[in-house]
């Protein structure tokens, strides 16, 4: 089993910054891709970044240039770096992780979401 610990959520006022983390941790042979997700109340689940393994990166175009994800493969750990937050940004965010398993099938394991709330 794996186990994916998300933290740093929290209430932030416009313009503010936040950091999250995700761990993952259990019967982990390798991780491919890792990314972060957010959903608003009534929205669906939407992409917000993803990075490969070697540190490719793909924003949704709505925070290109003010969120920065990055990973720590030694610490199988993702982050996601929020400047100039907006109130548009506030959602519940779950970070999601591509587990390799021993004989290389694949599967998509998601934390249990953490709260961004950003006022106006």
């Known amino acids: 089993q794996v186990q994916l610990v998300e933290s740093g959520g929290g209430l932030v006022q416009a313009g503010g910054s936040l950091r999250l983390s995700c761990a993952a941790s259990?019967?982990?042979?390798?991780?491919?891709?890792m990314g972060w997700y957010r959903q608003a109340p009534g929205n669906q689940r939407e992409l917000v970044a993803t990075?490969?393994?070697?540190?490719?990166?793909n924003y949704a175009h709505s925070v290109k240039g003010r969120f920065t994800i990055s990973r720590d493969n030694a610490l199988n750990t993702v982050y996601l770096q929020m400047n100039t937050l907006e109130p548009e940004d506030t959602a519940v965010y779950y970070c999601?992780?591509?587990?390799?398993?021993?004989?290389?099938?694949?599967?998509?394991?998601w934390g249990q979401g953490t709260q961004v709330t950003v006022s106006s």
């Open positions: 999601n992780v591509r587990i390799i398993r021993s004989d290389l099938t694949a599967y998509d394991s």
């Open positions: 259990g019967r982990i042979f390798s991780i491919d891709a």
């Open positions: 990075i490969t393994r070697g540190g490719m990166t």
